[in-house]
């Protein structure tokens, strides 16, 4: 029985196959085994087609038929898992999220040792093991602890499904996470502000777009993903109090799929001209603000009022022909590499487009105070505001030590 074919092709169907130490024919689904009876017989054929059909209509997940004593491996659950609740759960406008990733990879360390393994066998050692790979991996400390929560994740859905008894992820709460200076596993660097000079000297170095987008950044404090796909059409006037402003609302933003909530990014008289130059007549309001695609017709276009003027002629060689037509919005990392293809042409250290959030939220919260960091960055709880917020502290108490010494110099009155 062959896949069927379409217009793109689909994943090939699991292959009857010999199953030598016993003579049977056997086919795996979904990490199962399942076995069809004496091998290379019309019974095992016939009986191959009716499992298959079955493995298909049930959206190419074997399903859970199996006894009520049957003990689970991990690897089978593992299947399970990402079959019937990862793939589904964590999705973003039809497409697969990073934590897909993220959980795929936390779960490869814990087959490398216990895919055989019964899940209601799992204990605390076994995940301290786990752990120890993470820590292996050279990851972080604080991504050893979050990988570890993610694979107690995984167990919690095995017992809510009631594949494993509870007893499991009440043992494996036990394990505690690595704490700072406990272990050899490094320490994430903090994430500096970058300095309005060291921005100053990149910004000659990027296209037209991408210096305008850091301008915004540094003025709005938004995200990278929200600033790359900019649109008049997400866009309104507003004014109070005889000031006139513009609301950005991101037709899309990180928190949207927690609680549907609305993304509002205020934009000033001064960001709004920086916004106006990137209109033409002929565009659209669905059309993205920063565009590849232009900001390369416009180096093009430069380049040949270059070369009319000094009487150069064109190389072929000079410039080769693209594989692939430039996306109509920068996406997060061609954003990225812009910029750090221009820190090294300034001779700056790099630094990534995320840091002018900081430098913004730093900047507000020491101005105003906390709530209106939160505010600005869009943020839920202000424990998150605080990670962006790692040099406020330092800097209040410069200011009082600078205050203090001010206070003591100053001449007394006679």
Known sequence: ???????????????????????????????????LGLYDTPESREKYDQVIAQYVTNGRRWPVDVPADHRFTIGELVLRYLQEHVEREYLKHGKPTSQQGNIRSALRSLLQDYARTSADAFRPQDLKRVRDRFVDRGLARSTVNRFVGLVRQFFRWAVEEEYVPAEVLGRL??????RRGK???????????VSDDQIARVLPQVSRPVAAMIRLQRSTGMRPGEVVRMRLADIEVHEADGFKFWIYQPAHHKLEHHDGSTREILLSPEDWQLIQKFVTPDMSEEQYLFSPARAEAERRAAQRRTGARSGRKKSAASSPPRRCPLADHYSVASYRRAIHRACQAAGVPKWSPNRLRHTRATEVCNQHGLS??????????????QTYLHRTDRQ????LLRDRSVRRDAPTAS
């Open 1 to 35: 029985m062959t896949a069927t074919r379409g217009p793109y092709r689909t994943a090939k169907l699991p292959a009857y196959r010999l199953h030598k130490a016993s003579g049977r024919a056997v086919v795996t689904l979904s990490g199962h085994d399942v076995y």
């Open 173 to 178: 709460q036990s394990v505690r996470g690595l």
């Open 183 to 193: 272990t050899v596993a490094p320490e994430t660097d903090a994430v500096e502000d």
């Open 372 to 385: 209106h960091a939160q505010a600005l960055l869009g943020h839920r709880s202000t424990k998150t505001t």
């Open 396 to 399: 209040r108490q410069l200011e």
